[in-house]
């Protein structure tokens, strides 16, 4: 059965693992020519320290203008997971279906359920083992970006870690179960997509940001903050690696102002003939600022992994329960 299974699935093994092994090469390339602008490390010009010299502001000065296009590139790649698992999982039962095959593979010696669990195994296995492939190749190249910037970017967050093997499993699955429903593997994987992205924006956009309160600082704008303006609030978390969730502006009794309240101060302070700050200042506003700190990330990686792995085992058990019951 492995042996027919590789037989039936070669060409989209060769494909992705070329694909994989294409991207990891150009990363191995780019992030080498990104790590010797830090010959002491990033971590030497993390937060804002220097070694005494222009040595730290002209390598960052660098990486912005000789790499600025990282973090386009790595939003790219977020569909990189979706196209190992759905490419693996859509022919699996769809090829079968398509080709009528069924009726032969299904009646010989090993059973439909064996031969069911070995596709999903083998073909599984290898979609978890691309994914953390690729994820090894991301987490080398961005570990500059890491250290001097949020892991909890999306183009971080979303390709490092745990959550990379979890959207392959999931795409897999999705694709899996498309291809048993609609018996065709090009709409399976439109579907596959579809539930993809859905699902993916949920998490990102609402679920994720919401798996733990966020902690929360408040302190009275000060007189002389020349950074202040209308656009938002500039107070501190005190690390740079923590993920700023929201930020503004809040009057004495700690009430939020919505940023039409903040911009009608703004146009005041100018008619006064006083610096935005000092005005705030006097009224007694606020700053404030939501933020989830660095040392969640794991925790936050751990959680969106189990959710998605989690789905994959629900459509993966219905696709049992569908080649299992129903007669093609």
């Given at each position: 059965?492995?042996?027919l299974?590789?037989r039936?699935?070669?060409?989209?093994?060769?494909?992705l693992?070329?694909?994989?092994?294409?991207?990891?090469?150009?990363?191995?390339?780019?992030?080498?020519?990104?790590?010797?602008?830090?010959?002491?490390?990033?971590?030497?010009?993390?937060?804002?320290l220097?070694?005494?010299?222009?040595a730290?502001?002209?390598?960052?000065?660098?990486?912005?203008?000789?790499?600025?296009?990282?973090?386009?590139?790595l939003?790219?790649?977020?569909?990189?997971?979706?196209?190992?698992?759905?490419?693996?999982?859509?022919?699996?039962?769809?090829r079968?279906?398509?080709?009528?095959t069924?009726q032969?593979?299904?009646?010989?010696?090993?059973?439909?359920?064996?031969?069911?669990?070995v596709?999903?195994g083998?073909?599984?296995?290898?979609?978890?083992?691309?994914?953390?492939?690729?994820?090894?190749?991301?987490?080398?190249?961005?570990?500059?970006?890491?250290?001097?910037?949020?892991?909890?970017?999306?183009?971080?967050?979303?390709?490092?870690?745990?959550?990379?093997?979890?959207?392959?499993?999931?795409?897999?699955?999705?694709?899996?179960?498309?291809?048993?429903?609609?018996?065709?593997?090009?709409?399976?994987l439109?579907?596959?997509?579809?539930?993809?992205?859905?699902?993916?924006?949920?998490?990102?956009?609402?679920?994720?940001p919401?798996?733990?309160?966020?902690?929360?600082?408040?302190?009275?704008?000060?007189?002389d903050?020349?950074?202040?303006?209308?656009?938002?609030?500039?107070?501190?978390?005190?690390?740079?690696a923590?993920?700023?969730?929201?930020?503004?502006?809040?009057?004495?009794?700690?009430?939020?102002?919505?940023?039409?309240?903040?911009?009608?101060m703004?146009?005041?302070?100018?008619?006064?003939?006083?610096?935005?700050?000092?005005?705030?200042?006097?009224?007694g506003?606020?700053?404030?600022?939501?933020?989830?700190?660095?040392?969640?990330?794991w925790?936050?990686?751990?959680?969106?992994?189990?959710?998605?792995?989690?789905?994959?085992?629900?459509?993966?058990?219905?696709?049992?329960?569908r080649?299992?019951?129903r007669?093609?």
């Amino acid at each position: 059965m492995t042996w027919l299974a590789w037989r039936q699935h070669r060409a989209e093994v060769f494909t992705l693992s070329l694909l994989v092994a294409a991207i990891g090469l150009f990363l191995l390339v780019a992030g080498s020519s990104m790590r010797s602008l830090f010959p002491d490390g990033a971590a030497a010009c993390a937060g804002g320290l220097t070694d005494g010299s222009d040595a730290c502001s002209t390598a960052i000065r660098r990486l912005n203008e000789e790499h600025g296009y990282a973090s386009k590139m790595l939003s790219l790649l977020n569909l990189v997971p979706f196209l190992i698992g759905a490419f693996l999982g859509a022919p699996l039962v769809a090829r079968e279906l398509e080709a009528g095959t069924w009726q032969f593979a299904w009646t010989q010696a090993v059973p439909r359920m064996r031969w069911l669990a070995v596709k999903l195994g083998a073909l599984g296995a290898l979609t978890a083992t691309l994914a953390v492939a690729l994820t090894a190749s991301i987490t080398w190249y961005r570990q500059p970006l890491d250290v001097l910037n949020s892991r909890f970017t999306t183009d971080a967050f979303d390709l490092e870690g745990l959550v990379p093997a979890g959207y392959a499993l999931f795409a897999f699955a999705a694709a899996t179960a498309a291809g048993a429903v609609l018996r065709r593997s090009l709409p399976a994987l439109a579907v596959a997509l579809g539930a993809y992205l859905a699902v993916r924006v949920v998490v990102a956009g609402w679920l994720r940001p919401n798996v733990q309160a966020p902690r929360s600082i408040m302190e009275r704008v000060a007189a002389d903050d020349a950074t202040l303006d209308a656009g938002g609030s500039r107070i501190s978390t005190g690390d740079r690696a923590d993920w700023i969730i929201a930020s503004g502006y809040a009057d004495p009794s700690g009430r939020h102002l919505s940023v039409y309240e903040a911009v009608e101060m703004d146009v005041a302070a100018r008619a006064a003939g006083v610096d935005f700050s000092a005005y705030m200042h006097e009224r007694g506003i606020q700053q404030w600022v939501l933020y989830h700190p660095a040392d969640r990330f794991w925790m936050f990686q751990l959680i969106e992994a189990a959710i998605f792995v989690g789905l994959a085992a629900a459509l993966l058990a219905l696709v049992v329960w569908r080649i299992k019951r129903r007669v093609f």
